[in-house]
């Protein structure tokens, strides 16, 4: 069937590709009429950019919708009246106290939030939430945060965003860790999605004997994390440098990061052991899958 025929647009290109598979499309567009006014060049270049930025714009759409369920699901069965609650950092989070905000302007809640960074600091300042901290509260009901990656055991990478020390003293201070994800951040195994390696956050003058005793003692490779927008290494809202070690194989993660908090300079690492007692993953179906730390 000939879809694409007489004069046609890039808009009438890009609504096509939406709908179509890239050979479908070509095909069609191929076989179309020679009283097209672009070349079959130029119109072809022009499929390809609109098909990538299509599938693009919906896998991110489809991850933030699933970010959006993790959050709401989480803050809905774990936060209650009359709570002191954790906020991590990151992207999730932001849906996350989206939801707290709502609930405590529809149902009267008497929420203190207690911020993991900079960032979920303003966030809970520009929600008109009521802001504290660990001199005023070092005992929190709930902390939610979120996750690069998750594993079976419900082991944690966190630190893709550089506030590991901050996150993982707050979850250790509350009664209830609870992580929000969506389904790219669900693995078996560590390193199966998240890329990126284990954050570890270092004092700066070692972390060139840190980096290289990592990699003596645990293979693989640590460098130090470099700013995006800022000449130098990204550094850390502690004043401190950030070590991304990409690890070569499976570890026992519990005794790597034992070890590694022993290296003189480490101030703390990624890794959450037995810390998170659930997690919420957004799935692509819209659907909320539940995990539990698996009963050894």
């Not at 933030?64 to 989070?93: F, L, P, R």
């Not at 009267?108 to 929600?127: D, E, G, M, Y």
């Not at 939430?129 to 929190?140: A, I």
């Not at 550089?162 to 003293?169: A, M, N, R």
């Amino acid at each position: 069937m000939r879809l694409l025929q007489g004069r046609v647009s890039v808009s009438r290109l890009a609504a096509a590709a939406a709908v179509l598979t890239e050979g479908e499309f070509l095909s069609s567009f191929a076989s179309a009429s020679s009283r097209t006014w672009i070349s079959w060049t130029q119109s072809a270049s022009v499929c390809h950019k609109q098909i990538r930025r299509f599938r693009h714009s919906a896998a991110k759409n489809m991850a933030e919708e699933a970010k959006k369920k993790a959050a709401y699901a989480a803050v809905d069965n774990h936060v209650q009246n009359n709570q002191v609650v954790g906020v991590g950092s990151g992207s999730t989070i932001v849906y996350a106290v989206d939801r707290l905000a709502e609930r405590v302007r529809q149902e009267k809640l008497n929420i203190v939030c207690v911020p993991t960074s900079f960032q979920a600091r303003q966030l809970i300042l520009q929600h008109g939430l009521t802001l504290s901290d660990l001199d005023r509260h070092p005992e929190l009901d709930v902390a939610i945060d979120g996750a690069d990656e998750v594993d079976s055991d419900l082991t944690l990478i966190k630190g893709g965003g550089g506030c590991l020390t901050q996150e993982k003293i707050v979850a250790g201070c509350a009664k209830h860790f609870v992580v929000i994800a969506d389904y790219r951040k669900d693995s078996k195994t560590l390193g199966q999605q998240w890329k990126k390696g284990v954050p570890i956050e270092v004092i700066p003058m070692s972390y060139i004997p840190v980096s290289r005793t990592i990699a003596r003692c645990f293979g693989g490779e640590a460098r130090l994390r470099m700013a995006v927008s800022k000449a130098g290494p990204v550094v850390t809202d502690n004043s401190n440098f950030i070590l991304d070690w990409k690890f070569d194989q499976a570890q026992d993660w519990k005794e790597v990061n034992t070890a590694i908090k022993m290296i003189p300079g480490v101030v703390e690492t990624g890794l959450f052991v037995s810390m998170a007692e659930r997690a919420y993953f957004g799935m692509e179906d819209g659907s909320v899958q539940v995990r539990d730390p698996p009963v050894h």
